[in-house]
């Protein structure tokens, strides 16, 4: 082999040499981010069940503690209480806004 043959300043062996790291890189980002992003969506799908579960609770016992809240409203309570309290927040939340 000519070690000498250079393009742009380095010869064929030190290109090949960066590809190859180059491609390993890659190869290492994209399984970081398959990673991530099964991670993000088993969080996602636990965080459904569980207020899924919540909402269980909670329909089956009025005086839950979680209702009138947020919270309550975010797991999916219908409830008057649980309305008013998005309602409340809305309001709330437009009037600072403005
Ligand atoms: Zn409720």
Same mark, same amino acid.
């Given at each position: 082999? !000519?070690?000498?043959?250079?393009?742009?300043?380095?010869?064929?062996?030190?290109?090949?040499?960066? /590809?190859?790291?180059? @491609?390993?890189? =890659? +190869?290492?980002?994209?399984?970081?981010? +398959?990673? @991530?992003?099964?991670?993000?969506?088993?969080?996602? !799908?636990?965080?459904?069940?569980?207020?899924?579960?919540?909402? +269980? !609770?909670?329909? !089956?016992?009025?005086?839950?503690?979680?209702?009138?809240?947020? /919270?309550?409203?975010? =797991?999916? =309570?219908? =409830?008057?209480?649980?309305?008013? @309290?998005?309602?409340?927040?809305?309001?709330?939340?437009?009037?600072?806004?403005?």
């Amino acid at each position: 082999m !000519k070690e000498k043959t250079t393009f742009c300043g380095r010869t064929a062996r030190e290109w090949a040499l960066l /590809y190859a790291a180059e @491609a390993n890189e =890659c +190869e290492r980002l994209r399984n970081e981010l +398959e990673i @991530a992003t099964r991670n993000e969506t088993m969080r996602k !799908k636990s965080q459904k069940e569980s207020r899924a579960k919540v909402l +269980e !609770k909670m329909r !089956k016992d009025p005086s839950d503690r979680r209702h009138g809240t947020l /919270y309550g409203r975010a =797991c999916g =309570c219908e =409830c008057e209480r649980c309305r008013a @309290a998005k309602r409340d927040y809305d309001a709330r939340r437009k009037a600072r806004n403005a």
